[in-house]
């Protein structure tokens, strides 16, 4: 399991936010696509940010309720930054999962923006791994594979 580094089950390629984007459009792009949350880049593709549902929420509800507004990124995004490295261990990041909040993490390289990790990717590595461990493939938890 040691071996399982995060650049091995990351998604490469991921969908991005910019700081002047629209909340409305926002919550579109994350219900069209299905994620929870995205990284903001700015015009580098350095990671800047992340914005989540929950972050959007109550700024969306407002603004639907008292019908005026447009809320941007940048008025709702978190600037601290849980990222991770493609050459992290996948064991590492499911301590850390363990004990923080978040459930995606986006992976930076030289503060670009490279992929994105989600706990449901945590969980297939480590959900293959206790298959191996269960078929008896002794290879597999000596952690020669």
Same mark, same amino acid.
């Given at each position: ?6 650049? %091995? ?7 991005? /936010? ?5 909340? #409305? ?9 299905? /994620?929870?949350? $995205? @990284?903001?880049?700015?015009?580098? &593709? ?16 407002? !603004? ?18 849980? !990222? ?12 850390? $999962?363990? +004990? %923080?909040? @978040?459930? /995606? ?5 030289? &503060?670009?923006? /490279? &992929? ?5 990717? #945590? ?8 298959? =191996?461990?269960?078929? &008896?493939?002794?290879? +597999?938890?000596?952690?020669? =594979?």
């Amino acid at each position: 399991m040691a071996d399982y580094l995060v650049k %091995d089950v990351m998604h490469s390629n991921p969908l991005s /936010v910019h700081t002047g984007e629209s909340l #409305v459009d926002v919550v579109e792009k994350m219900a069209n696509s299905n /994620v929870m949350g $995205m @990284p903001v880049v700015d015009e580098q &593709g350095e990671v800047v940010g992340f914005i989540s549902e929950q972050d959007c929420i109550q700024s969306i509800l407002a !603004t639907s309720y008292f019908c005026e507004g447009n809320p941007v990124v940048a008025d709702v995004m978190s600037r601290a930054l849980l !990222t991770v490295r493609p050459g992290d261990s996948v064991v590492d990041l499911a301590r850390r $999962m363990g +004990r %923080d909040k @978040p459930k /995606v993490y986006p992976v930076v390289e030289a &503060g670009k923006l /490279v &992929g994105l990790i989600t706990r449901a990717d #945590v969980l297939k590595a480590l959900r293959s791994e206790v298959l =191996a461990c269960n078929s &008896g493939d002794s290879r +597999r938890r000596q952690g020669t =594979a």
